[in-house]
């Protein structure tokens, strides 16, 4: 049988660098905190809640970089069977394809093959989230008035990375024994971003079965997004 998620995790084979906080600032804390009760079994809804006495941001900053860091990895494990034969558009099964549109190089939405957008997309987010007038690292430094809606779409965007990799690749994460935490993951993202609006409803819609399946609180109760 092929090696376990854990393996690979250990490993840090990731599809980009990962990437780190500085140990002794805030964030790295919280990056610590976080990481602690993710392991600790507890209630993935009770984890996403933000700690008290702490600052909004600063919790949403810290769990998109831990998203692209372990989004990264979900998508490692199956990258070497994401090739341009097997995958030529970036989609979701047949009724869903996304389109690249960074409005630099690509101003129009573009379809292409799903290796070449996880790279584009990856490299977009790694840009991001190292742009300190974005992220600021520095404590005391506001965050931009664009914050919240920049991080609303660079999780939009990795969503994305889940509903290629359930849909095209699930074979393989069964075969890596991996399906458990990569569900789990797939759990925390979406219990986060409900918990503070960060990705609507709609964009659900490819996997929306096996959302209500793991997480039927985002349909029943809660914010409406």
Known sequence: MASSFASFFAKDKTFRPKKKFEPGTMRYSLHKQASASLKSGLDLREIVKL???????????????????????????????????????????????????????????????????????????????????IFPIQVGTPFPKNFRSTCKKLLSRLYRVFVHVYVHHFDRVVDLQAEPHVNMCYKHFCYFCHEFDLLKKEELAPLYEMTNRLCPELFSVGRQN
């Open 51 to 133: 700690p008290s006495n702490e600052d909004e941001d600063d919790w949403i900053a810290v769990h998109v970089v831990d998203f692209f860091n372990r989004i990264n990895l979900v998508y490692g494990i199956v990258s070497d069977f994401c090739t341009q034969e097997t995958c030529p558009t970036m989609s979701g099964g047949p009724r869903y394809e996304y389109r690249w549109c960074d409005g630099v190089k690509y101003k129009k939405p573009t379809s292409l093959s799903a290796p070449d957008y996880m790279t584009l997309l990856m490299e977009w987010v790694e840009n991001i989230i190292n742009d300190e007038s």
